[in-house]
């Protein structure tokens, strides 16, 4: 059953991380008006949708970012969340969470500054975060061949310091990043063996079959976009940020124009394969 919208309401960012895949969304500079997610907003509730992710590029860009928050928080959802890289957090936890948002997860790379996500970025708007109430907090490390994947176990210590959830995410294929997904692709399988010999409990989330490995001190995720039958234990659909419809992250030959609620349905019967 399909319960679960993933909403990208901009493809601007104020970091340019090169395993980017925008959501699955070719490069658009078309951006949804507040209306038009309104009306999104009102449809997916209507059919039965219950939790809502924010993404982007940087959702925190959208000047009417707190509006969009308390515009869904006004239906009643039963989860609204948002992914950001972090920069701006600081500065918007306290609003997001008054407006409604309930929970976030935060791009962190790399506990170095030689890379685009790193720990310095965060830090503020994390501890802001953890202030306000925005909880649980997930850290999203995208683990990448000969640029971090040393640095696994320091963001182990990182995230356990700040009792955060850490989700270890192999890098996903798009037709934009051919070259780099070669030469940077790790494979998480010996880390998840490692994980699963020390976990006190093992969570199998029915979101894609992801696992959560629960070690006492911290609870982690890993997120393997092309095992253990993520797909077909995907309950999501998505919608672009320029306001059209999408069954499949990796796919972009399913776009559905959005026209109101029998849009959406057409939509999810797609994904259920009806």
């Known amino acids: 059953m399909i319960d679960s919208i993933r909403i990208s309401i901009t493809q601007r960012c104020n970091l340019s991380c090169p395993y980017c895949h925008r959501e699955g969304q070719l490069p658009s500079k078309e951006e949804m008006s507040l209306d038009k997610i309104k009306e999104i907003i009102n449809a997916v509730k209507k059919v039965g949708i219950r939790k809502i992710k924010i993404t982007g590029g940087e959702p925190l860009l959208r000047k009417d970012i707190i509006e969009i928050i308390r515009t869904i928080k006004e239906k009643n959802f039963d989860d609204i969340s948002l ?50 109430g925005l909880y649980p907090i997930k850290i999203n490390m995208v683990v990448l061949k000969g640029i971090n994947e040393n640095q696994i176990d320091g963001m182990i210590e990182f995230a356990k310091e700040n009792d955060v959830i850490l989700q270890l995410i192999e890098l996903i294929k798009t037709s934009t990043n051919e070259e780099f997904y070669k030469k940077h692709y790790f494979d998480l399988s010996n880390i998840e063996k490692e994980l699963e010999k020390k976990a006190l409990m093992v969570i199998k989330r029915r979101m894609q079959n992801r696992k959560q490995y629960d070690l006492g001190d911290i609870k982690i995720e890993v997120v393997r976009p092309f095992h253990n039958k993520f797909c077909e234990n995907c309950r999501r659909i998505r919608i672009t940020s320029d306001g059209k419809i999408k069954t499949c992250l990796l796919r972009n030959d399913n776009l559905i124009d959005f026209e109101g609620e029998e849009s959406i349905i057409k939509a999810i019967k797609l994904k259920e394969g009806k």
């Open 83 to 132: 992914v950001t890289n972090g920069v701006l957090l600081e500065k918007y936890a306290k609003k997001l969470k008054d407006a409604g948002l309930d929970r976030i997860n935060i791009g962190c790379d790399s506990l170095t500054s030689g890379n685009l996500k790193n720990k310095e970025q965060i830090i503020g708007g994390l501890k802001r975060a953890k202030e306000v």
